[in-house]
Antibody
Framework: QVRLQESGPGLVKPSDTLSLTCAVSGFSISTDYWWGWIRQSPGKGLEWIGYIYHTGDTYYAASLKSRLTMSVDTSRNQFSLKLSSVTAVDTAVYYC????????????WGHGTRVTVSS | DIQMTQTPSTLSASVGDRVTITCRASQILNNWLAWYQQKPGRAPRLLISQASTLESGVPSRFSGSGSGTEFTLTISSLQPDDFATYYCQQYVDYPLTFGGGTKVEIK
């Protein structure tokens, strides 16, 4: 059974870079599937951030693309997100997700990690 | 971006009721639509993809229908475990977008 677990700081200062990692268990990410991130905030609801394949191919939300970097570490079976120049608008619960095979829906979610942007 | 509008935003119902949630898209989706259930403090759970295909393990009282720009999620007989917030999501085009949610409350 595939499981995802997010980790990273819960508090980030404005203008800093938000860094999160998602550890995958129960499946080797170098085998298949797209892996990514979705965030949820009271103001914006559920917002798709982007996803990455084990080859390094990515799809990013255009609104975040200039600040966003995703990467994969197949040796550790994990993937990561970096979002630069954060502001209070980036405060949210961040979920790592697995894209369902064949369709662009998300069938596996991590528990989520709350990130607050504040000085 | 494709806008997804869910109605109602809140729904009060009793156990055993038939419940219908509507999701309207600003563009034709060709059935590329998913439904999720989210309970407080939990991650969303995928219920339905391709507008009407139930995920494994999802009770058969849940069903999805619709086409074009209008879709519905129906719960045929509401159970205590079904009180939650439901979201639709389109995946016909980037960016992938979600509806604002429908909270199903106990009447």
């Amino acid at each position: 059974q595939v499981r995802l677990q997010e980790s990273g700081p819960g508090l980030v200062k404005p203008s800093d870079t938000l860094s999160l990692t998602c550890a995958v268990s129960g499946f080797s990410i170098s085998t298949d599937y797209w892996w990514g991130w979705i965030r949820q905030s009271p103001g914006k609801g559920l917002e798709w951030i982007g996803y990455i394949y084990h080859t390094g191919d990515t799809y990013y939300a255009a609104s975040l693309k200039s600040r966003l970097t995703m990467s994969v570490d197949t040796s550790r079976n994990q993937f990561s997100l970096k979002l630069s120049s954060v502001t209070a608008v980036d405060t949210a619960v961040y979920y790592c997700i697995k894209k369902k095979a064949g369709w662009f829906a998300f069938d596996i979610w991590g528990h989520g990690t709350r990130v607050t942007v504040s000085s | 971006d494709i806008q997804m509008t869910q109605t109602p935003s809140t729904l009060s119902a009793s156990v055993g009721d038939r419940v219908t949630i509507t999701c309207r898209a600003s563009q034709i989706l060709n059935n590329w639509l998913a439904w999720y259930q989210q309970k407080p403090g939990r991650a969303p759970r995928l219920l339905i993809s391709q507008a009407s295909t139930l995920e494994s393990g999802v009770p058969s009282r849940f069903s999805g229908s619709g086409s074009g720009t209008e879709f519905t999620l129906t719960i045929s007989s509401l159970q205590p475990d079904d009180f939650a917030t439901y979201y639709c999501q389109q995946y016909v085009d980037y960016p992938l977008t979600f509806g604002g949610g429908t909270k199903v409350e106990i009447k």
